[in-house]
T-cell receptor, first 116, second 114 residues
Framework: GAVVSQHPSWVICKSGTSVKIECRSL??????MFWYRQFPKQSLMLMAT?????????EQGVEKDKFLINHASLTLSTLTVTSAHPEDSSFYIC????????????FGPGTRLTVL | QKEVEQNSGPLSVPEGAIASLNCTYS??????FFWYRQYSGKSPELIMF????GDKEDGRFTAQLNKASQYVSLLIRDSQPSDSATYLC??????????????FGKGTKLSVKP
């Protein structure tokens, strides 16, 4: 149980383009989904938290107009990196929990983004 | 600034030995503590969580929590080469809103030598 998927697993794009990453909870309904970013040899940094049907809460320093998050249903959240630049190249990982951030977070397999 | 500190390692142990991974946290009000394992290029996978002071055992893994010392550890008994990974300690401050978010340490890289 508690399986989270992400798509795509990796993506290479040109600078200036937008990339959409999907996060799905496959066998449970995720009230809360989290988006993290991890640079090489660094820890996970929380970007934003989203609850189904409401606007995402972004962490300080994360541009909400650049990283668009949509949590349209209890099983799907999407992260769109708009006008991507090479410095946005990173490992993007989503996680999901059943409760309102109180329960264990289950992580997706991650999406490696490379911006040329 | 709420922080979670871990020794980056690498921690090297021989196969069959006990690996001891340590983590300290700055916010005394922290409520929940998690250990995740992350293989290179992969996302974290939950090993175990602990909420109360003392020890919690699950198979070869034992988590130890000491809230007075703001210290949480993970022991891996009978270490196997497949345990070689980076171990992330994560702390949750509380419940609801941003209190429910996890704060991660940078991880300790464990290497188990055959």
């Amino acid at each position: 149980g508690a399986v989270v998927s992400q798509h795509p697993s990796w993506v290479i794009c040109k600078s200036g383009t937008s990339v959409k990453i999907e996060c799905r909870s496959l066998d449970f309904q995720a009230t809360t989904m989290f988006w993290y970013r991890q640079f090489p040899k660094q820890s996970l940094m929380l970007m934003a938290t989203s609850n189904e049907g409401s606007k995402a809460t972004y962490e300080q320093g994360v541009e909400k107009d650049k990283f668009l998050i949509n949590h349209a249903s209890l099983t799907l959240s999407t992260l769109t990196v708009t006008s991507a630049h090479p410095e946005d190249s990173s490992f993007y990982i989503c996680s999901a929990s059943v409760g309102l951030g109180t329960d264990t977070q289950y992580f997706g397999p991650g999406t490696r983004l490379t911006v040329l | 600034q709420k922080e979670v500190e871990q020794n980056s390692g690498p921690l090297s142990v021989p196969e069959g030995a006990i690996a001891s991974l340590n983590c300290t946290y700055s916010d005394r009000g922290s409520q929940s503590f998690f250990w995740y394992r992350q293989y290179s290029g992969k996302s974290p996978e939950l090993i175990m969580f602990i909420y109360s002071n003392g020890d919690k055992e699950d198979g070869r893994f034992t988590a130890q929590l000491n809230k007075a010392s703001q210290y949480v550890s993970l022991l891996i008994r009978d270490s196997q080469p497949s345990d070689s990974a980076t171990y992330l300690c994560a702390v949750r401050l509380g419940y609801g809103g941003s209190q429910g978010n996890l704060i991660f340490g940078k991880g300790t890289k464990l290497s188990v030598k055959p």
